[in-house]
């Protein structure tokens, strides 16, 4: 057993910097802590956050089998681990329904679905798949508070009535993403999600009672995840809990998870007694939130006080303490596009960076 802390690499030196590191033992025990709250049935976790198919066959090695992708790229990478159940989180365009059409004829063992909210939409999906000879699965995409996509639920019905007589489409069920739903209290936040869902479990009961068949519902996120669990009726669509990062951490403080993926700096100047300036510009650490945007583990007393493209600036109480080329581990504020800002990932086991993996879906395209 190592005296060193759980997330330093001894062999850091052998590696450049600003770097992302994973702790693969750490993903294990969070996808381990998911499934024990939730049923594996009950689960289809967004992989927008990991981007990597080592990390999405880790879920799949746990019994997850559905999954949603915010991108045909993270939809493509779920098809080459073999994903049996890929749900495309975005209302198409013409031209990503034309790459959807590519990817079913692609990869004929994996099931895909996408996101619909306008009848024009449906016209596009429908005419293309139809041409293609197939047929599209869909899920009717609901605005529950967030004002992004989707349809509000009480026009919802129309809509489908009216996909639903296309040739070349069928309804599955319904979706709905309430990221406006994260309110620090634990009790607040569930009433404001039994609130904001009450009309889109009518709509899926009058579905339901309509078509004689049973919808499926696809709700929430990391904020809502256990609450959509408890009722049971739906499925639940985590993402972060797979690395986890600070912001979550300090928001969500019910919520089991640990920080299973960081990024690495080094000091590259002490520009005063009081600053130090790292190599971890807004190009290596998600920056759209104000300051601080990391949080570093061996340096808790650092606060940032400025951030360019490849600086950023530090109070600590006393530099003298710093060299040039000490290496600090940070949590990002926000892990989720982090992530999406490196080409791989070095992975840290016992200590040590042992291989890479490489962030295969931040691309847009990967064969397709």
């Known amino acids: ?135 599209a699965q869909v899920f009717i995409d609901l605005n529950t508070g967030m004002n992004r996509t989707g349809i509000k639920p009480e026009n919802a019905i129309h809509l489908f009535e009216k996909v639903n007589s296309l040739p070349a489409i069928h309804v599955l069920g319904l979706h709905a993403y309430d990221g406006h739903i994260k309110d620090h209290d634990m009790k607040t936040r569930t009433a404001d999600c039994t609130r904001a869902f009450e009309p889109v479990i009518k709509l899926k009961s009058d579905l339901e009672k309509l078509t004689g068949r049973s919808m499926t519902l696809i709700a929430g996120g990391s904020p809502t995840c256990f609450i959509h669990a408890e009722a049971g009726d739906r499925e639940c669509s985590p993402g972060t809990f797979v690395f986890w990062d600070k912001g979550y951490a300090e928001n969500l403080s019910e919520q089991p998870f640990e920080w299973a993926a960081l990024v690495v700096c080094r000091v590259i100047s002490i520009p005063s007694p009081d600053m130090i300036c790292v190599d971890l510009g807004y190009k290596s650490v998600a920056s759209e939130n104000p300051l601080p945007r990391v949080y570093f583990l061996n340096a808790t007393d650092a606060v940032p006080t400025a951030h360019s493209e490849e600086h950023l600036v530090l109070r600590v109480p006393d530099a003298v303490k710093f060299k040039q080329g000490d290496v600090l581990y940070g949590v990002p504020s926000h892990i989720c596009p982090t992530v999406a800002l490196y080409d791989r990932a070095l992975v840290v086991e016992n200590n040590l960076i042992v291989k890479d993996w490489t962030v295969i879906a931040r691309k847009r395209e990967i064969s397709l």
């Open 1 to 135: 057993m190592s005296d060193k802390p759980w997330f330093e690499a001894a062999n850091i030196s052998e590696y450049d910097t600003p770097a992302l590191l994973l702790y693969p033992s750490r993903i294990i025990e969070n996808i381990r802590r998911l499934v024990e709250k939730v049923d594996t049935r009950r689960l289809r976790p967004h992989v927008k956050t990991n981007k990597i198919a080592e990390v999405s066959s880790l879920m799949m090695d746990a019994g997850i089998r559905k999954f949603k992708a915010a991108t045909i790229a993270e939809a493509e990478m779920l098809a080459m681990i073999k994903a049996p159940d890929v749900l495309l989180a975005y209302p198409p365009t013409t031209q990503k329904v034309k790459r959807l059409i590519r990817l079913i004829q692609k990869y004929p063992d994996t099931i895909f679905s996408c996101l619909i909210d306008h009848i024009d939409q449906g016209k596009t999906i429908s005419d293309q798949f139809t041409a293609a000879d197939l047929k």
